[in-house]
């Protein structure tokens, strides 16, 4: 097969099934819940609710690093965007970590139907990943 051939076989490949990452994941940290959709050809993830959400539903983003958006509710905030199919993960995307206030970079790879791996690193090999489930 030739070069020119196997470059187009995936270039056409298919982006990850939308429905695999697109719903509602339980986070491992603070019994966190977000709802992933898809925002055009990528896939983006708002907060829809947490425990110190649950306990303060007005929160805002107090510790954003950047002062003008601190005072943007917790509730609803974009956290994960800007990703590009890459095979069978979600890559060159961010997450937004809300109790730091920090951006990272991030990859979302879904396992099967109901877990995703979530890793967001300040740069590579300097990662932490996480397991969501999601949440029927």
Do not use: H
């Not at 056409?12 to 055009?40: F, H, L, M, S, Y």
């Not at 929160?59 to 005072?71: H, I």
């Not at 974009?78 to 069978?88: E, H, N, Q, V, W």
């Not at 879904?110 to 740069?123: E, H, Q």
């Amino acid at each position: 097969m030739s070069l020119i051939l196997v470059g187009a076989l995936l270039a056409a490949a298919p982006a990850p099934a939308a429905d695999t990452a697109v719903g509602r994941w339980k986070t491992e940290t603070k019994n966190g819940v977000v709802e992933i959709q898809r925002c055009g050809p990528s896939i983006c993830g708002r907060l829809v609710t947490s425990d110190l959400l649950r306990q303060q539903p007005d929160l805002k983003d107090g510790n954003n690093q950047n002062a003008a958006q601190r005072n943007r509710p917790l509730r609803g905030l974009m956290l994960i965007s800007g990703f590009t199919a890459d095979g069978d993960a979600w890559t060159g995307g961010q997450i937004y970590n809300p109790d730091d206030g920090k951006t990272y970079k991030a990859k979302v790879t879904p396992i099967d139907a109901n877990t995703l791996k979530v890793r967001g690193c300040v740069f590579v090999p300097l990662c932490k990943t996480q397991t969501w489930t999601r949440i029927r």
